[in-house]
Every structure is written in structure tokens, then in C-alpha cells.
């Protein structure tokens, strides 16, 4: 599930979720399953942009997430630079991928007359 429907399945099960001090907070009369929490964790970042938190440390969040998946060289540049690079990067590889999509044209003759 994404943001949006991990939010609808608690406020469907009779809770809210909020963000209070920067942090999410799920408000529930009773217990949640354990797979909905873990799935809300997993989420956490997305979560924060839906709820409208500042995407300063959102991005800080996402980008210590992918940090050590990096090369040893980029891993140690700041934030906001690692930023540029990977939007940089997908943006590449965006471009990459829809060149490789064909374009298809069709001609559609009617014979109304």
C-alpha cells in the first residue's frame, strides 16, 4: 500500500494519523495488526510528504535510506547534493527508458460519405 491508502486503512479501522512535532502518530481506539505498523515504517518518508511535513527532513529521511546503497565515493556528500545527484540520475535514466518506446502512428480513414 502506498501513503494514502496505509492513511485510509487506519482511519477505515476507526483511527487517525497525524504528524505532531515531525512525527507521525497513529491515534487508534483499539490495536492495529502488527503488518499495518510495519508497513507504515516501511512507508515513513512517503507518509511525511502526505501528511505535509516540511520536505527538508523528509528528503534528509529518503536520502539516509539510499545512502548505503551508493558508491563508497558519493556516500559521504551532503544532503542536499546527494539530492541532485539522484534526481539528476533518475531523470537520466527516465530519458534513457522512453527513448527505447516506440512511437506508433496510426491512420484512421472513415468512409462516411
Do not use: C, Y
Not at 527508458?97 to 484512421?108: G, L
Request: no cysteine; charged share 25%; aromatic share 2%.
Amino acid at each position: 500500500m502506498n501513503a494514502i491508502e496505509l492513511i485510509k486503512e487506519v482511519e477505515k479501522r476507526g483511527g487517525k494519523v497525524s504528524l505532531q512535532d515531525g512525527q507521525v502518530v497513529i491515534d487508534s481506539k483499539r490495536s492495529l495488526p502488527a503488518d499495518l505498523i510495519e508497513q507504515f515504517k516501511q512507508e515513513k518518508p512517503s507518509i511525511l510528504v502526505a501528511l505535509g511535513a516540511p520536505m527538508e527532513p523528509t528528503i534528509v529521511t529518503i536520502i539516509d535510506e539510499i545512502r548505503p546503497h551508493l558508491p563508497p565515493a558519493i556516500r559521504s556528500l551532503p544532503a542536499g547534493k546527494l539530492l541532485i545527484m539522484v534526481n539528476w540520475s533518475i531523470l537520466a535514466a527516465w530519458n534513457k527508458a522512453a527513448q527505447k518506446i516506440p512511437i506508433t502512428e496510426q491512420t484512421r480513414v472513415s468512409n462516411k460519405r
